[in-house]
């Protein structure tokens, strides 16, 4: 890969219509910020709109799980890492950091992707040309200490 690992992300603006009755940046809304970060990840693995028109083939998010850190209000200004954790020839685990465009860290992010025919709709193996720019990444990422996070589980506390 031509590119520093991990990935990193494009800055991204938070919209007006994000922001809820807390003067901060709805839950819902650090979903899309990843989403829109990923996209840019994924296009440069070969899984933009471009996949989809010539292949028919795109990806699905399995499962997302979000680690809000610090809050976000209007006018912040945010970039997020894409980490590539490990694949098979069908999914993969991703890991993202959202980062103010000061350098805290606000979220985290952590999800399962598939690979997908569309005319399945199904889950199928990645061509050998995309799942090479996958493992390529993966690789690339393996050599980083793992980000702080991944794995993280819900559960409260237990005082013993």
């Known amino acids: 890969m031509s590119q520093p690992a991990p ?29 829109r970060a990923a996209d840019q990840a994924f296009d440069s693995l070969g899984f933009g709109p471009d996949y989809v028109a010539s292949r028919n083939h795109t990806t699905f998010a399995a499962e997302f799980h979000i680690r809000y ?26 890991f993202q950091e959202l980062y103010h465009e000061d350098g805290w860290l606000a979220a985290t992010g952590e999800g399962m992707t598939l690979h997908v025919d569309l005319s399945g709709p199904r889950v199928v193996p990645m061509p050998e040309d995309i799942h090479a720019r996958v493992a390529a990444m993966a690789a690339e990422h393996a050599k980083l200490p793992r980000p702080e996070g991944v794995g993280a589980q819900i559960g409260l506390r237990r005082k013993r």
């Open 69 to 94: 850190l610090r809050e976000l209000k209007l006018g912040d200004r945010v970039r997020a890492s894409f980490w590539l954790i490990e694949h098979d020839d069908r999914k993969f685990h991703g």
């Open 7 to 35: 990935f990193m992300s494009s800055l991204l603006e938070i919209e007006e219509g994000w922001i809820d009755f807390n003067n901060h940046l709805n839950m819902g809304y650090y979903t899309v910020l990843f989403d």
